[in-house]
DNA sequence: TTACTTATGCAACATTGTTGCGTTTATTTT
DNA sequence: AAAATAAACGCAACAATGTTGCATAAGTAA
């Protein structure tokens, strides 16, 4: 699917910028974070076009949004943006090389009960060292 | 349990501050920012030194530490941080009053299936609003 | 093409995270 | 109890990130 279908679908503007951000998120395997993106595209984008970027496109579900163990929020493309956009995926973070994967969703059983209570935001980020770079470091 | 006694076995120096610091949280049922502390404690103790003190609160597991969707920290006393401190519980946060409420332990099969992977952190957080709230604003 | 709406860049400021260092204080050792 | 040791503290300073307002530029629709 390209960038600018993405973008029309969800109701954005279709701007260089944002085919530019947008791209580079679907061809990267890892989270990045605005930091990232500042550098990426240093002298290109101003730090606040990225900064409302990140806020839309996550808000549209375009990119879903991490937080890991110190606050710090990252962002990966959802592969699901398109279909399905109410399903949820815990996620796994590699501390070392920032790959992210989809790990499986909570079972079923489980989820009945939170759903008990009045649910905003369900955020769950397992953190470590993924095994490539496990080995790398022996 | 004391906050002096809880200090001097997670081999902490017994300081004023810092029980006053504990007993707050101590007396708190809801879950407590950096900010929250520096205005509770302002002209008292210093910025940076509830910094460290949350840092090495919440390493030694006296404090729990909590990151919600927008990546900011909080804290919550952990009534397990004398015995078992190793096991894991999601927690349950309200956006509009901060409380902060336990949830069951994930189940054992998917627990199994996580640990397969290699696991530092571990982090859940369900945010909503809580019943109270939702009724005071009806 | 014009009108309308959104995106962008820039400036400015707030909040939080972080480190180094000299001083003070708690604890241990003598 | 006094001295030695190690930890905690306050202050200064800076980095990173979040956030808003506003004027300008650019995309989209009529």
Redesign the pocket.
């Given at each position: 699917m390209e960038a600018s279908v993405i973008?029309?679908m969800n109701?954005?503007?279709?701007?260089?910028?944002?085919l530019d951000v947008l791209n580079y998120f679907m061809q990267s395997k890892i989270a990045l974070?605005?930091?990232d993106l500042?550098d990426k595209f240093k002298n290109?984008?101003?730090?606040?076009?990225?900064?409302?970027?990140?806020?839309?496109f996550s808000e549209k579900k375009i990119l879903c949004k991490l937080v890991d163990s110190?606050?710090?929020?990252s962002y990966v493309f959802d592969k699901h943006s398109l279909d399905n956009k109410d399903h949820f995926h815990p996620h796994y973070k590699c501390k070392s090389c920032n790959d992210v994967i989809e790990l499986p969703e909570l079972p079923e059983s489980y989820m009945k009960q939170l759903k008990k209570l009045n649910i905003d935001e369900l955020n769950i980020l397992v953190e470590g060292t993924c095994d490539e770079c496990q080995n790398k470091n022996e």
């Open positions: 973008l029309k109701a954005c503007r279709v701007t260089q910028h944002r974070t605005q930091g500042e290109k984008i101003d730090r606040v076009s990225l900064y409302r970027m990140l806020h839309s110190k606050g710090t929020l």
